[in-house]
């Protein structure tokens, strides 16, 4: 654990907004505080008032005297003065520089702490004036957590868990408690034409101090050199050994802007995030017809749209067409390998979709997405070992991922290991319920909590969550339907399930092998239901 910095006689706890020395403690405006750890950060560099506006006020618009009344109020809590400074320095229109103590044997700092570490890397913030470069901003963060997880002894969180804090007001302190990590990265982006401007900075938690920061101006020429640029300087702030990055095709740029607006729907989820998601896939190859990752994501969305939305054969067949152009423009890239075994999922081929995932998972043994995908097909396809044995390695790679250990949950239950099954559902327990506290209103976090609480023994909150969650127009429905079923409220789960298949809930296989439906599975209204879904699904087959 990090112990309090110091700056000469004071010493600084950004997590109080205070400062303490021989006079007591002095506690400062929020905005104050961040100004002096952004000037820690560059202890003995000019930091330029447009620089402070950036980096603290995230581009809102305010004016430069609010930047002065923030040194100003430094000054006085620090007992500083302007002529001659010992702390801060008006650099004549230039800015403002933290002047190295002269007592100290190294710039303001704090212990060091013992790895290992584990980092969460946040969505970057668009300062863009027309704010629509978030695609952008999360493709940057993407990248660096891609290239974070090749780091040996680093724990990465995953993108699921750290993006689902994009565009709420949750306390980074907060976040990182959840989170359960070391340190925080955290970034802005600002777009003006091809210029690019870049402020990433990597911080220390709980107490929030800043171990490294930067801001880069580049152009969009410069875009991936500039990924593998951040991407060695966190791992140098955090002491870590630079790995030998795995090289990535570097497609044209518009292109490669198109791929990440797909990826970004893709996230998303939803019929109609999966339409716009493949026509931004299809642009992406206009553009740049052998990007091999543009055409892995395009069939990664047809397929995902025949599981669950549209049960349409050409989406199929779309499909396995662009996973296999992928996988003959990149063979050793594990999301062609991945695509290419959801699309043989999809088709039932089962023994073909299990070697595609495990080639995945040799080329990229991290590879959360792979194995997670593996054990949805295995659960879905009756094959409960192995998807016991994938979910297991899902949760070693990526342990905050809650919805994964009721996935597992149900992989043990189908086997009879109950005891096992308890387990798994208590440790989702846990990571679902500091969810909801910080994001009340999460769907997939409701129902994941109500089959918690119905596994666990609380049939009345399960069904009070489960209800909750179903006021959405969304095929998340069909979760709520399982947790209600397996507490025991039959009519509701068939309520439920009712509304899922109205909201576009197209997976037959989940009906006939899921085990939290065990309870309603001999009803007669589950197979009137099952036979409506059936004849759905074969019309779509003959039309198509």
Known sequence: MTTPMTLGDWRIDPSSHSISGDQGRVRLSPKAMDVLMLL??????????????????????????????????????????????????????????????????????YAEQSGPYCVAVLPFADLSETKNQEHLCEGMADELIDALFQVPDLKVISRAASFQFRRTEVDPVEIAKYLGVSHLVEGSVRRQGDALRIHVRLVAMPQGYPVWSNRIDRTVGDLFALQDEIAVSVVQGLKADVPAFRSRQQPDLVAYDFYLRGRQYFYRGGANAGRLGQQMFRRAIEVDPDYALAHAGLADMYAFA?????????????????????????????????????????????????????????????????????????????????????????????????????????????????????????????????????????????????????????????????????????????????????????????????????????????????????GVRQSKRFAMLREKLAQRLEEFLRSN
């Open 40 to 109: 820690i950060s560059h202890q003995g560099e000019v930091v330029s008032r447009t620089q402070i506006l950036d980096e603290v006020w995230h581009g809102r618009v305010v004016v430069e005297e609010s930047v002065t009344q923030a040194i100003s109020e430094l000054r006085k809590a620090l007992t500083d003065q302007r002529r001659p400074p010992r702390y801060i320095e008006t650099v004549p229109k230039a800015g403002y520089r933290l002047l190295i103590q002269e007592d100290q044997q190294q710039p303001v700092g």
């Open 306 to 518: 025949w599981l669950y939305y549209f049960y349409d054969q050409q989406l199929l067949r779309r499909a396995r067409t662009a996973a296999e152009r992928a996988l003959q423009l990149a063979p050793d890239l594990a999301e062609a390998q991945s695509a290419m075994g959801s699309v043989c999922s999809a088709e039932k081929n089962h023994a073909e979709a299990r070697n595609y995932f495990q080639k995945a998972i040799e080329l990229n043994p991290n590879a959360f997405e792979s194995n997670y995908l593996f054990g949805r097909a295995s659960l879905v396809s009756g094959e409960y070992e192995t998807a016991v044995r994938h979910f297991e390695q899902a949760t070693r790679i990526r342990p905050e991922t809650f919805q994964v250990y009721t996935l597992l949950g149900r992989a043990y239950r189908a086997l009879g290991r109950t005891e096992a099954e308890k387990e798994s559902y208590s440790e989702a327990r846990k990571l679902v319920e500091a969810q909801l506290k910080l994001v009340p209103n999460d769907t997939r976090a409701l129902c994941v909590a109500a089959a918690c609480e119905a596994v666990l023994g609380s049939p009345q909150r399960a069904r009070e969550l489960a209800i909750t969650a179903n006021q959405t127009d969304d095929p998340m429905n069909f979760y709520a339907a399982c947790a209600l079923a397996r507490a025991g409220f039959d009519k509701d789960a068939l309520d439920a399930l009712d509304l899922a298949v109205e909201n576009g809930w197209n997976h037959l296989s989940w009906l006939d092998h899921d085990p939290e439906l065990e």
